[in-house]
Structure formats: structure tokens, C-alpha cells
């Protein structure tokens, strides 16, 4: 029977010590219909002998592999994340270039590649995950693999004006064209794609039928990313009654609690999100000691520069608001770097009666949906997202703010504090039926069809 190898850089494999963030769901999902592998980097680098080794568990091979530690820096702090991630978050003025770091990214794709050539069989399905791996498809063609193979993009794909100032774009973008399939979050980042492929590449063909590069016909996709809405909801309902969630509301003594969940990340627009909700403090002086803004964000990446300068300018401007509106029996904003299980979110998404998810640029965001999810119907709190994450051409009754726009943010905040319940049920249940219409489960089904015509493996493979 054909297997699903996936590939992505983290893998949350048992004691692997690493953690696949917003692609662990999806990649279970997909796993979890189709007997398989799940590829990527072992935590671990090294100066000297590169291991591979797997661990069996519940129905998956984890293959996990070392990286040489010169190579990990430049591919993983420099060409992915301080060259691909600004850039495809729209953030040109971030990127900096260096031969060197896109020297170590491709090498590192290169090692994937050569550790694959070593199990890969011949009707294997292949699904690459994130740019991390723009160059995988390649370096294994190069190694004769004709098996079927895909790539799903978890971040935004810029229009071409911006990647075209990626150094080097015509060779690294355009590698995209050896998969089989390259999928997207939303409609807006699949036609920028082919809009890339159409004029930079010059292919022949159109998005829906695919493009004819003389070796294959790559096809272009979106599938939006899902969450598991029911049983969220169910640990939800649960969590709100733990001793942590109990005990987290009980210390706000009886004030509304405002909620945002991120990676320490400048994509995610926290510092714009904290001026506007001390713009909402300024405006609304009776909302003064009635509300409680919890941030929680987990640090990331915190060796490079351009995540430090967020850090420290973050902390200060957290500070300054506490500062200046804070009263000795009252914090407005309670910021947290330390990362909550699932669990424990699940229950503050429940006990908050707003979200203020307010990327400037996101792929998705799963936040968004889980906190629809974990809403108690009887009491719903209001969402609160940016027009620019991924989510917001699902989630069109959430309330859509323009992120960069403080005072905007700040009127949704007080709009959503001060929101009758008759219209927080009716965008609650209407935002409900759209997650609950795009479960998770459904999602490796619908990119495995379009890539091999069959919606599980187990079924047989069709090579359109
Ligand atoms: C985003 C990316 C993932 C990445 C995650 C965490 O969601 O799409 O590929 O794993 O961020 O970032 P990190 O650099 O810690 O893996």
C-alpha cells in the first residue's frame, strides 16, 4: 500500500523535545487516515556525525533527522526566517540577504533530500509542509523521484511585486513548480502564485488547469486550514471548570477579560494591538478598571535581531501602558511569555468576552477559530480579527478591523465590550457554522485528492 511521507522542519514526535506549532493538527489529521511517515529535523545539531533515527508510534514512523550546526544557523535564523518569513509576510524593508544563509538553506535541503532518497519508495506520496523546504521537490527529481509530490504553504504568498524583491527569486521560487501540487491558505495567496508562475516563469496554462512546466502540469490550490471545531469545543467546556481557569478568573474580580494568543512575532501586529487598546483606555475612561487585557505570548526566534527589538519594544510599551493607567489593585494588561497547553487556552478562550486577533499578516491563524469554538453559546464573546489574516475570508461575521488603524481597533474593542447578546449569538452562530463547515478532518482528504486523485491512500492512486 502507497505511504504518506510528510515533511516538515519541526516534528512533534514523542520525547523529540520539538514542537510543530499550528501544523501539528493538520499534519495529525493527515496522518491519521494514511499509514505513514512523518519527516524533519530531530531538534539536534551537530559538528560532527549526523544521525538518523525513528521512533514508532501509534501507526506513524517518525523519521527525525541531526543538522551540521553551521548549516541549521544560516538555513534555519537566516535564509528561512530572516529572509523567506519577512518577505512572505509583505515585509520586504525585514529581509536581509545573505549568500551565505541561502548557501546553509540549501545545503539543508539538499541533506533532507539525500536522507529521503534513502526510504523513499516508489508510490510513496510525498507532502512537503512550509517554506522551509522550497527546494525539496527539486533536490529529489534530481535524485530520479518521480513519485507525487506536494507542498502546502502555512504562510501568506505575497503578490509578485513584493517577491520579486527576494534575491535570487527565479531560481528559488520557481523550484516551487517541480511539486506536483503547491497549495495555499486562501484564494488571494494561490492566484498571487500563479500570477508569479505566469509572468516570472512564463508557463503555458491557466490556475485552474494547472501549468505545464515540460515535465509536469504543477497545479495550483487553496485548502484553508481548519481546526478541530467540535472536540475543542468540548475541551472547552471542560477546561473553564479546571482549577487554572477557575483560579484565572477568579483574580480579575468579576472584570471582563480581553484575550490575545501569539507568537512573539511582528507579523502579528501585538505592538499596534496594545496602542489601540490604550487608545479604548484613553476614549472610554469608564471601561478604566472594569477590564483586564491578557496577552499571552510565547518567545520565538529570539536570536535574531529583528525578534529582540520586538521583545524589548513590547515590554516597554506594556510597561508604560500598566504605568500610566494602572491603579495599585489593578493591572489592564497582563502580559505573559510563558507557553499554555491547549487545555488552558481552550478554558480562557471561554472565560474572555473578547479575542483581539490582529495579525498584519497571517496565513491563517488558528487562534481566531478556536476561540469561536471554545464560545459558550448561552454567552458568547465577540471576535475580534484583522482583515489580513488568512481567517478573515472565512470569518466574515467576526468583527474585521484594519490593524494598522489604532483607533479602529480601539471602537471594535469598545463595540465588542458593549455588544447586545441578541447580536453577539447571531455572528457567534453564524461563525460557528463556518468552522464546523471546514473541520480539520476534512482537510488532508481534500489537498490528497487534488494531488493523487483519492481522497485517502488507501483507496488507489490515480496519476492524472
Ligand atoms: C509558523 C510556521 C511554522 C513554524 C511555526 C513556529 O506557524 O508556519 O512552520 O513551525 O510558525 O515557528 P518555529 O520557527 O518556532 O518553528
Not at 509576510?89 to 538553506?105: M, N, P, T, V
Request: aromatic share 10%; hydrophobic share 40%; charged share 25%.
Amino acid at each position: 500500500m502507497a505511504r504518506l511521507v510528510v515533511v516538515s522542519n519541526r516534528v512533534s514526535a514523542p520525547k523529540s523535545g520539538t514542537r510543530a506549532g499550528g501544523l501539528e493538527v493538520a499534519v495529525m489529521a493527515s496522518l491519521k487516515h494514511n499509514p505513514g511517515i512523518w519527516f524533519g529535523w530531530s531538534g539536534r545539531v551537530s559538528v560532527k556525525t549526523l544521525e538518523t533515527r525513528t521512533i514508532e508510534s501509534d501507526r506513524i514512523s517518525f523519521v527525525l533527522t541531526d543538522l551540521p550546526k553551521e548549516a541549521y544557523e544560516e538555513y534555519y535564523y537566516g535564509f528561512a526566517n530572516r529572509v523567506l518569513w519577512p518577505i512572505l509576510h509583505y515585509r520586504l524593508d525585514l529581509a536581509e540577504f545573505s549568500r551565505q544563509d541561502l548557501s546553509g538553506y540549501t545545503k539543508v535541503n539538499e541533506h533532507f533530500a539525500e536522507e529521503l532518497h534513502k526510504i523513499l519508495r516508489p508510490d510513496d506520496v510525498v507532502w512537503v509542509h512550509d517554506y522551509h523546504f522550497l527546494l525539496l521537490a527539486k533536490a529529489l527529481r534530481e535524485r530520479g523521484h518521480q513519485n507525487r509530490i506536494g507542498f502546502f504553504l502555512h504562510t501568506p504568498f505575497p503578490p509578485v511585486e513584493i517577491i520579486a524583491g527576494l534575491p535570487h527569486h527565479e531560481r528559488i521560487i520557481s523550484a516551487l513548480c517541480h511539486y506536483d501540487l503547491v497549495g495555499f491558505q486562501t484564494e488571494i495567496d494561490a492566484a498571487n502564485f500563479a500570477r508569479y508562475v505566469e509572468s516570472e516563469c512564463q508557463y503555458p496554462g491557466n490556475r485552474k488547469d494547472g501549468y505545464n512546466t515540460g515535465e509536469r502540469v504543477v497545479q495550483i490550490g487553496d485548502f484553508p486550514v481548519g481546526i478541530e471545531t467540535e472536540s475543542f469545543a468540548k475541551m472547552a467546556r471542560r477546561a473553564i471548570k479546571s482549577s487554572f481557569v477557575s483560579g484565572v478568573l477568579a483574580s480579575l474580580s468579576g472584570r471582563a477579560m480581553i484575550i490575545g494568543v501569539d507568537r512573539l512575532d511582528y507579523s502579528k501586529g501585538i505592538e499596534h494591538r496594545i496602542a489601540a487598546f490604550e487608545r479604548f483606555l484613553e476614549h472610554h475612561p469608564d471601561w478604566r478598571n472594569n477590564v483586564t487585557y491578557l496577552q499571552i505570548s510565547p518567545k520565538s526566534r529570539s536570536a535574531i535581531p529583528e525578534y529582540m527589538d520586538m521583545e524589548r519594544n513590547v515590554s516597554t510599551i506594556v510597561g508604560r501602558l500598566n504605568g500610566t493607567y494602572g491603579e495599585a489593585s489593578w493591572t489592564p494588561v497582563r502580559y505573559v511569555n510563558k507557553a499554555h497547553t491547549r487545555t488552558a487556552l481552550a478554558g480562557l478562550y471561554r472565560g474572555s468576552r473578547a479575542a483581539l486577533v490582529t495579525p498584519l499578516r497571517d496565513g491563517m491563524n488558528l487562534v481566531a477559530k478556536e476561540y469561536i469554538a471554545a464560545q459558550d453559546p448561552e454567552d458568547p464573546g465577540v471576535l475580534i480579527l484583522s482583515r489580513f489574516a488568512g481567517a478573515a475570508m472565512e470569518c466574515k461575521p467576526a468583527l474585521l478591523v484594519n490593524p494598522y488603524d489604532s483607533e479602529a481597533v480601539a471602537a471594535a474593542i469598545h463595540r465588542a465590550l458593549s455588544m447586545p447578546f441578541e447580536e453577539r449569538r447571531a455572528r457567534y452562530e453564524a461563525l460557528y457554522k463556518i468552522i464546523a463547515a471546514n473541520d480539520i478532518q476534512d482537510w488532508p482528504g481534500r489537498f490528497l485528492k487534488a494531488l493523487t486523485g483519492s481522497p485517502t491512500l488507501a483507496a488507489s492512486i490515480t496519476k492524472p
